[in-house]
């Protein structure tokens, strides 16, 4: 059983406002990723990291913000939600050996008003 | 670059029925190839896995084999169930193009009692 966690699992918030997703894993994986899910289903990456201190930005250009101080944490910041930037959140984790193999958490849907 | 293109849906099966969702890839190098579910209100579960060529993946009754020749990794059941319902994506991942993994835009399919 994978153990990836995302916090809120829902969030409704107005434009303008700084949020945070956090999505922590007690699994020990190096690499995290976000994805955002978009209605049709399609997953983006937005970011990644191969470690502590490691962040790199995805193949879809987010206005969003990583950090990676920590290996069990990834949180995701919008210093200014707009309503653009409702969608469905996805953090997931691989560990080295089988990076390619992604745990994924149950996600947070963010709808900006 | 790589790609995953992944047969349009929705699919509406009875239960019992076969079932077939196409997947193909296009990829310089030589990927792996996965299928991820996503159940309602959840995030991806990893469902079965191939990492060479004529390789079979097989997991809760669900199965695929990677066909170099036709570029393809289609996922097969021989009688779904109602708790199949949800969506599936192929996937393929590539060490050449870095620890990220490209995911197809997603199947749904729905299974009648």
């Known amino acids: 059983e994978a153990d990836i966690y995302q916090t809120p699992r829902y969030l409704v918030i107005g434009t303008g406002k700084k949020i945070t997703l956090e999505c922590s894993q007690t699994m020990g994986h190096d690499k995290m990723y976000w994805y955002q899910q978009d209605p049709g289903m399609e997953l983006h990456l937005i970011h990644y990291?191969?470690?502590?201190?490691?962040?790199e930005k995805g193949d879809l250009s987010s206005e969003s913000t990583v950090s990676r101080i920590r290996t069990e944490h990834f949180p995701l910041t919008l210093e200014s939600a707009r309503p653009s930037h409702t969608s469905q959140y996805l953090c997931?984790?691989?560990?080295?050996?089988?990076?390619?193999?992604?745990?994924f958490g149950p996600g947070t849907r963010l709808t900006v008003t | 670059g790589d790609s995953v293109t992944q047969m349009e849906g929705p699919v509406t099966l009875s239960e019992e029925a076969f079932l077939t969702i196409n997947c193909t890839y296009t990829?310089?190098?030589?990927?792996?190839l996965f299928w991820y579910v996503q159940y309602p209100g959840e995030g991806l579960q990893l469902l079965l896995k191939a990492t060479k060529a004529d390789d079979k993946g097989s997991n809760k009754g669900f199965e695929a084999t990677y066909r170099k020749e036709t570029t393809s990794f289609h996922l097969e059941k021989g009688s779904v169930q109602v708790s199949d319902s949800a969506v599936y994506f192929c996937?393929?991942?590539?060490?050449?193009?870095?620890?990220?993994?490209?995911f197809g835009a997603g199947t749904r399919l729905f299974v009648k009692a």
């Open positions: 990291s191969y470690g502590v201190n490691s962040t």
């Open positions: 990829a310089t190098g030589y990927p792996s």
């Open positions: 996937a393929l991942s590539d060490r050449g193009g870095g620890f990220k993994t490209i």
């Open positions: 997931a984790s691989s560990e080295t050996d089988r990076w390619d193999e992604q745990y």
